[in-house]
Nanobody, 124 residues
Framework: QVQLVESGGGLVQAGGSLRLSCAAS????????MGWFRQAPGKEREFVAA????????FYADSVKGRFTIFRDNGKNKAYLEMNSLKPEDAAVYYC?????????????????WGQGTQVTVSS
C-alpha cells in the first residue's frame, strides 16, 4: 500500500500561483507514475496532469497547459504541481494519485492510490 498526502492548497487571487505537494509513504520501493486530478463542486473529477516514474514523460489537460507544471523528486518520494496564472475556474479540490506502472495515465480509474485532497480557492 502507498499512502499519499497532499499539501499546499489555499486561497489565491486570480493570476497568482500555488505549489501543491504530494508526499508518498508506505510501500514506495516500487515504480509508480503519479497524477493530479481535481473536482469542483457539482462536477466530476477531472484529469489535470501526470508524470511517469522517472519524470521523463508528462501529460496535461488542455485547460492547464502552459500554466501548470508537474514534476517529482523520487529521492524524497514527492510529486509536485506548480500552478501559475490561476483562474477562478481552477478552484477545486486537488487530488494526488499513484499507479503501479511506470507510464502515467489520464484516466482516474487506472490509478491505484489516492490522497485525501487539498482545497484550492481562486478569488476573482
Amino acid at each position: 500500500q502507498v499512502q499519499l498526502v497532499e499539501s499546499g492548497g489555499g486561497l489565491v487571487q486570480a493570476g497568482g500561483s500555488l505549489r501543491l505537494s504530494c508526499a508518498a509513504s508506505g510501500r514506495t520501493a516500487g515504480t509508480y507514475a503519479m497524477g493530479w486530478f481535481r473536482q469542483a463542486p457539482g462536477k466530476e473529477r477531472e484529469f489535470v496532469a501526470a508524470v511517469s516514474w522517472r519524470g521523463s514523460s508528462t501529460f496535461y489537460a488542455d485547460s492547464v497547459k502552459g500554466r501548470f507544471t508537474i514534476f517529482r523528486d523520487n529521492g524524497k518520494n514527492k510529486a509536485y504541481l506548480e500552478m501559475n496564472s490561476l483562474k477562478p475556474e481552477d478552484a477545486a479540490v486537488y487530488y494526488c494519485a499513484a499507479r503501479n506502472r511506470v507510464a502515467p495515465s489520464t484516466l482516474s480509474g487506472e490509478y491505484d492510490y489516492w490522497g485525501q485532497g487539498t482545497q484550492v480557492t481562486v478569488s476573482s
